[in-house]
């Protein structure tokens, strides 16, 4: 029988980033349909050689390039390989695995990975992101790229690039979501022990101190909130369930969410809305009201605001499969 699962293949370059090349198979092999598997991973290399990976060892991978010719998706990891990494070129052997990639395919970069669809030229005249670190780095390589550094991942369509590290799994849930729906997502995320949804324009530089001793966090709170989208909640009945004051509470929340109270709310409230809108047949009205919008012009607002889209074509496209 055919296997007509999307077929996800990850391209491990030698030195390869460990982290970056293990987070598209646990999140897309996690992701299930009644019990059975939506993608078919796999990992090769530029040759049937063992792979380097930056963390002291050597990875055999199972296959060799040749997967890379049956790929709806190829995702490249990070990587220290010498001509992407620091001389913006492409090295043969790299260029020849390339080539095998179908035109169809939809192309993903973690982290360094970006430096790999930058030599291929890839990112020319497009919109990309890679770990802060390395932002000047790679701008000097390719000056074409629309490079923007303030952000964990773009999505532009065919092509699409992730901040470093844990960036790479929002990348990837937001594709398995793009893909099937939020449902799938989240338990995907669930099982993976990991945020189901952080947005794409996300800042990377978020802070995230350690709580004095004596601090207390506002995770409840926020926990609390989140069963309680549908009400009026304000400010001050966070702060209050929160038990400090509205100066300590907005700072500390802030310090743990990198976004103030209000705006985090709204992204909570937009979320549901999401859910809704994909796994219920609830008219808009009442969408907007379960997921404390208030009113369908108000859901419409804030859809087109964030995704550029209204509610009934958000549902449409990106509808959970019966």
Request: net charge neutral.
């Amino acid at each position: 029988m055919t296997d007509r699962r999307h077929r996800v293949v990850i391209l491990a370059i030698s030195e390869v980033v460990g982290y970056d090349m293990h987070i598209p198979p646990q999140i897309f092999r996690t992701a299930e349909r009644d019990g059975q598997p939506l993608y078919d991973v796999r990992i090769c290399g530029v040759d049937d050689e063992p792979v380097r990976v930056q963390s002291g060892y050597t990875a055999v991978l199972d296959h060799g390039p040749e997967a890379l010719e049956t790929a709806d998706t190829v995702i490249i990891p990070g990587t220290r390989v010498a001509g992407p990494r620091f001389e913006g070129t492409l090295p043969g052997p790299i260029a020849d695995a390339l080539a095998r990639i179908p035109a169809h395919a939809r192309i993903m970069s973690i982290c360094t990975g970006a430096f790999v669809l930058g030599a291929a030229g890839w990112l020319d005249g497009r919109p990309a992101t890679t770990h802060w670190a390395f932002t000047e780095q790679f701008r000097r390589l390719y000056p074409r790229v629309k490079l923007d550094e303030n952000v964990l991942f773009v999505d532009d369509g065919d092509v699409l690039s992730s901040a470093g590290l844990t960036a790479g799994v929002d990348l990837c849930l937001h594709v398995v979501r793009a893909d099937h729906g939020s449902e799938v997502a989240n338990v995907a995320a669930r099982y993976c022990v990991v945020p189901p949804w952080r947005d794409g324009g996300q800042s990377q530089f978020i802070k995230r101190p350690l709580p004095e001793p004596d601090e207390a966090s506002t995770g409840p709170t926020r926990l609390w909130v989140l069963e309680h989208l549908d009400e009026a909640v304000t400010l001050e009945a966070m702060a209050g369930h929160a038990r400090m004051s509205l100066r300590t509470f907005t700072r500390r929340f802030r310090a743990e969410t990198g976004s103030s109270p209000n705006q985090w709310l709204t992204q909570q409230r937009i979320a549901q809305a999401r859910r809704l809108l994909e796994n219920t047949e609830l008219p808009i009205e009442q969408v907007a009201e379960r997921s404390g919008l208030g009113t369908a012009a108000s859901l419409r607002q804030h859809l087109r605001s964030t995704l550029g889209v209204a509610p009934l074509a958000y549902r449409r496209t990106f509808r959970a499969p019966a």
